[in-house]
């Protein structure tokens, strides 16, 4: 059972940046689709990245984040910058081991994901 373990979050001011990293447990780990999402005090949890196993992305803010992985260390990673105010939540590492889809609208469902790690707080202040 694939075990997820998210770190990286912070207090940060508006317009910094910061670098959260998963790692994962499990041999099969690039054979998994890796996401990222956010939670925020009172709100649904959102989607905010994705990286299949072949290296295919998917973003909701293509212009101020970057995920990627690292298969050698079982680690994915999301770059942040130009944090905001508004990008303050609890960030979700998430894994899917199902065979890719080529949808983009998979990678947006919280459903399509079987494990979930325990989050980081990421906090920006203006």
């Known amino acids: 059972q694939v075990q997820l373990v998210e770190s990286g979050g912070g207090l940060v001011q508006a317009g910094d940046s910061l670098r959260l990293a998963c790692a994962a447990s499990?041999?099969?780990?690039?054979?998994?689709?890796m996401a990222w999402f956010r939670q925020a005090p009172g709100k649904e949890r959102e989607f905010v990245a994705a990286?299949?196993?072949?290296?295919t992305t998917y973003y909701v803010d293509s212009a101020r984040f970057i995920i990627s992985r690292d298969n050698a260390k079982n680690t994915v990673y999301l770059q942040m910058n130009s944090l905001k105010p508004e990008d303050t939540a609890v960030y979700y590492c998430a894994a899917d081991p199902a065979r890719p889809y080529s949808s983009a609208s998979y990678y947006y469902t919280r459903g399509n994901y079987d494990y979930w790690g325990q989050g980081t707080q990421v906090t920006v202040s203006s």
């Open positions: 990286i299949r196993s072949g290296g």
């Open positions: 499990g041999r099969t780990f690039g054979r998994y689709t």
